[in-house]
């Protein structure tokens, strides 16, 4: 597995939470990288990006503001930080690599990993 998500749970709206995703060397250090989420019955759909180097992020409209999306090069880890959470938040989240930034931010991914599940209770 070269990308392993973890930090999914429950939590209750309004509250915070924190994923992971961690990769390989070789994948920190060269690839850009992105949160994608898919609720149930629904497309899967971007979160968040960020460039290989940290300096550039994108985020989806739905949570602009509310997460934050970084990365540890060092420790060869991806983060996603979740404040303000929403009932709407619910769905499992993926983290992907792609080595052209444009690509993932139009949601071409290189690399996919395994899914780690978020519900947020009312």
């Known amino acids: 597995v070269q990308l392993q998500a973890s930090g999914g749970g429950l939590v209750q709206a309004g509250g915070s939470l924190r994923l992971s995703c961690a990769t390989s060397?070789?994948?920190?250090?060269?690839?850009?990288m992105g949160w994608f989420r898919q609720a149930p019955g629904k497309e899967r759909e971007l979160v968040a990006v960020?460039?290989?180097?940290?300096?550039?992020?994108y985020y989806g409209v739905s949570v602009k503001g509310r997460f934050t999306i970084s990365r540890d090069i060092a420790k060869n880890t991806v983060y996603l930080q979740m404040n303000s959470v929403k009932p709407e938040d619910t769905a499992v989240y993926y983290c992907?690599?792609?080595?052209?930034?444009?690509?993932?931010?139009?949601?071409?991914?290189?690399?996919w990993g395994q899914g780690t599940k978020v519900t947020v209770s009312s």
């Open positions: 960020v460039n290989w180097n940290g300096g550039s992020t």
């Open positions: 060397r070789r994948i920190s250090r060269s690839y850009h």
């Open positions: 992907a690599a792609q080595g052209d930034y444009g690509s993932l931010i139009r949601s071409n991914v290189d690399i």
